[in-house]
């Protein structure tokens, strides 16, 4: 197989970021909070102080979604002893390359200025390419070390534009909420990485088995991912939310999920080894479960002890796919999923899509109040007339419009993916960075009379 | 010994969690700025704008704060060569626990509403659990790698428990000040596990020692947790300040103190050492010192100066614990003190408290402006007759509760923790994660002949 | 040579700090917005809410400007093999240093209040000390592993003093606009680097050139500075923009001008490196470039494809500098560049300073709005009669400053580090943390014969 990238990774990476520029200069404009007629606009709407710009309400939770997505979702992939550079190294590119893509396409869907032809943009969208993005990162989770940077892009171009779509039809056609995009993401993203795998899976891949796997200090690594997406998903889950107790709940919503998860993760990752040790995949990974099936109901008045509850069943569930699902996704199903994105981002978040129907379906006036109903649920304009048994059953399919385009959408690239073209490695170079990166000389690549001479010499660094 | 915890793990995080959920049930709801009432309530309120919630003042902080708790004490304990999980691990299991035991714990003191007996929970709340269980996370670092998780678990109920407490009688009893904890979080923290340690004292820890210390690696990691630590100190400290001004200061006078703190550190170290070379354990801990010391005083008009000052000082003493003191204490006082919490956290904190007291006695009109001055310290209501001179008694009065609590909780809960049953590990396992959890397979761990031959085999990765 | 820094290191450490407290002593106080009297003001100057205190407008920026400080720029200069301690460590004591000298220096020209002959700060002070030392860590980037500590620290007296007084003449008297620092912070610090380093070339260096390389990990450490400062650039260019559509358009100009540069960076150093593959040192680095060069006109309306062609050339050039321009520089001009500065920070900055001079020359009362265009570059007071062509050519005099005080300033500097008395290390010590910190007893440091042995002792950690 050939891996040579030398033509195609330059070529595709120039050409799509000419093509950005040439679409942002006809299609993108700052919006009215991001543009010096700010000033005119805060009179006009007498606007008291500039502390009013949308910006002040999502700055804060912007940086830290950022923080998920380039360092979060990065290091948690650095756990392979040997694909540290792609794991961090890929994501940087492909998200890099999806927050632009996204802009534009989720800029045609919801922020297009009808008077001039323009998308306006601002905080909010920024935001939401980011969003965008993760569920690409996602799917990247469940192919980590089989494709080639180039396959990696073109999952993320068509990624990007199916999520615009489905995001477009369960958002505005039926109307669904989803702040923390329990479907709109993660149901999304893994079912889309997950189909890719599948088309794509590799009868050899156990060639490669002495590289899939982590050493100590991978595992370390891998901890900083996890713990900057765990400590940062309040901010995840109520970065587009409504100003004020909108956010403010999804904040606490997602605080208590994620606490709960990782006290029923131990539990399990303990009950369930022979000698009750723990697991670090288990640590890394299902802590984070209770955060993506808090996302849809995070907005909604769920109360403290629902999140505590959703985020309990949310830790067993994911440990219990690391350790029976997982292995028979592969064997039975022909599904290679790396990072096991199946146990942290498919199950929780189709129970996240689940909890958001039904709480929605669930919510009265007297809960809410009046206005706060009308505010949270959005029952205005041509949705004035909505109740809240209905909106479950618009949730409800919301998250099935998720689940077809994850599929679908993942079978239709996996075929593109499968063509001879995009330099993927053979399967006994998976999981290697040597592949696609200059990899510093460490004694492992010098030959074995060398390495063995390097230990008789002092003061050899290279061999840390 | 016995170190098999496959059932007390799971039993204590699985009836625990219940429990967390029952209560919660039972007891906790939205406070009116997180309630989807909040709009009904802005409008009753004539507040003008979803800008005023709390949750606005007060999330960035708490977003730093919560990096703290999770990668700032997590990583700051991986310093050991082969302790890196627990530190990492049972930080994040202990931590998050204990929030969900604090809310509870504190609501009931702090937010209890008596017209419904529930506790309402907002940004605050959450900012204060995560407080609460840094006292908790101070104290594993006294006795990092010599107890089992679930000896961590039960520490950490108890010490939530005697924090909340504590808290209450320094800051509604007294009335004392302690914006960022030098009293309540970091003197209690530091002496409740120092009198655990003091308690589980191992005459024959030496057993382990070729495992008590760091690798070249080990100690990189530790500093993602000291600097994470040291530039969020001033969220911590200026979290639950009073919005606007006090705020603002105590942020000012926690990054001046910690400036101060690193360059007598590096200067202490150099001098110390044989050769005038710098040590990574001074580095990690005693350039946070300042921080320590500085916030009960951080909301005051402690001036720029007097925070350096305080910083100063606080850098030579921290140093020299660490290559005087830290001996002194495990040869004579029998306390064997892992990560050298009395000279990170004790004594800064001591430092703190006395600070506090003298420069609340010091307050005066012209300083503080009248208005101001009865900002600060919250004279009004049953306090509106107290003077500074007295506030400065009460201060000390709140430090003198801070060291009981901390050693006579220690001692006892040092007792309970002794009975065996809680899995602890032997003496030649300790600071070994070989004992809690599944470690990848790494050259150290086949057998010797094997070892030598992998480094025959080039692009042998495992032994990176 | 002599390497011992016993004596100068401890007492350039005790006698600055002491310096620094005995003038902020009769210099610096709380500014109206973070003393107690702010309660006063409010009232006096009708201002609604605490929520206008300017600390709200600012501290997330601020916080984020201070994790690019110390773990941004502290974890980029990780790479090397064995500098790691050197690069966190030194970088900690030089910020931690510069910060306070940085507040005094900047506060003499720009926060002084003349009534009472005292500098005022608030949180932008903080902010703008950081940005200050900011440029004194770029230049430590070109001398890495070269300089002793006392010689960082004696650039850092110098850099900041320098930088004091040419961002006086830029921002002040020349009423230049620079609110991302491409010419104050990147063009001066880099010129600062690379004039000392020309001044302290070492012709022997290759002595110590098995050191001057990565490992593994350590480029997987220097991902997580670059990350950081990727991420966090946005609040760097946008930290002290005006409040509302200032700080907004920066920030959307800043992500995308990053974005951009990544796609063009992974396919410079794909396509020319032999096989195709690509280079650590690249990602780390030139992936950066973009939010360097639109530092300038980060606040102008440069429009988001402007901001992405800024990014899109700056990825072509910073790797394109590291290929042929590095090499170049330190045959040919003797400047040794250890962390490639020029390609990173020297020539994105001069880009930058370009595009700043002609956006502003270019804009328009259409584009910007009567109100705006006053508002963005505050033609105001002296400046009223000023307009956007001028104001060009004030930028790019602004620019030729910042070179100059690089320069001239760099190779002063440089001169007075030449004194024999600063103990920097010898050539066969550069990059080698063994001259300055303890480290760990590593399988490396001890002697062959048992070097060998230890790997025949199963479970032998010391190892990893």
Chains 1, 2, 3 share one sequence.
Not at 61 to 72: K, L, N, P, R, T
Request: charged share 15%.
């Amino acid at each position: 197989m050939n891996t040579n990238i030398k033509l195609s990774l330059p070529v595709v990476c120039f050409v799509w970021q000419l093509s950005m520029i040439i679409l942002f200069g006809v299609f993108v404009r700052y919006n009215e909070e991001s543009d010096t007629h700010w000033v005119d606009y805060r009179k006009e709407n007498n606007i008291t102080s500039d502390i009013e710009n949308d910006y002040y309400f999502r700055y804060p939770s912007f940086q830290d979604v950022h923080v998920m997505i380039f360092v979060g979702f990065g290091f948690l992939m650095t756990f392979l002893k040997r694909y540290s550079f792609g794991a961090v190294g890929f994501n940087f590119l492909v998200a890099a390359f999806g927050i632009q893509w996204a802009l534009l396409m989720q800029g045609w869907f919801h922020s297009l200025d009808y008077t001039d032809g323009k998308i306006k943009i601002g905080i909010e969208n920024l935001i939401n390419a980011d969003f965008c993005v993760a569920g690409c990162l996602i799917a990247y989770g469940a192919v980590l070390g089989k494709v080639s940077p180039v396959q990696l892009l073109v999952m993320t171009l068509f990624g990007v534009t199916l999520f615009a779509v489905e995001e477009y039809i369960i958002l505005n056609v039926l109307h669904a909420k989803d702040a923390g995009g329990s479907m709109v993401i993660h149901t999304f993203g893994a079912y889309y990485g997950l189909s890719i795998s599948w088309v794509l899976y590799r009868p050899n891949l156990d060639k490669s088995k002495h590289l899939n796997g982590s050493v100590y200090h991978s595992d370390v690594f891998a901890m900083i991912g996890t713990l900057f997406l765990w400590m940062f998903w309040p901010s995840f889950n109520s970065a587009i939310a409504d100003h004020g107790d909108g956010q403010h709940r999804a904040a606490i919503n997602t605080y208590l999920a994620l606490a709960s998860t990782v006290l029923t993760t131990v539990a399990m990752s303990s009950l369930f080894e022979k000698t009750g040790k723990l697991d670090m995949v288990h640590i890394q990974n299902s802590t984070l479960a209770g955060g993506v099936a808090v996302g849809t109901a995070a907005e909604f008045m769920l109360s403290p002890y629902g999140s505590l509850i959703v985020g309990f069943f949310c830790g067993i569930i994911s440990t219990l796919g690391y350790i029976y699902f997982s292995p028979f996704l592969e064997e039975k199903l022909k599904i290679q999923d790396t990072c096991g994105i199946h146990n942290l981002h498919a199950m929780p978040g189709v129970i996240g899509g689940i909890v958001g129907a039904i709480s929605a379906a669930a919510a009265t006036n007297t809960v809410y109040g009046d206005l706060g109903l009308e505010n949270t649920f959005d029952f205005t304009g041509p949705f004035a007339k909505r109740v809240p048994t209905i909106q479950g059953g618009y949730q409800a399919a919301g998250l099935c419009v998720a689940l077809c385009f994850g599929i679908g959408g993942g079978i239709f690239v996996g075929l593109v993916l499968k063509l001879p073209i995009w330099g993927d490695p053979a399967d006994e170079n998976c999981f290697d960075d040597e592949i696609y990166w200059e990899v510093p000389e460490d004694e492992e690549s010098v030959p074995p009379i060398l390495a063995y001479n390097n230990h008789m010499i002092p003061n050899k660094h290279a061999d840390m």
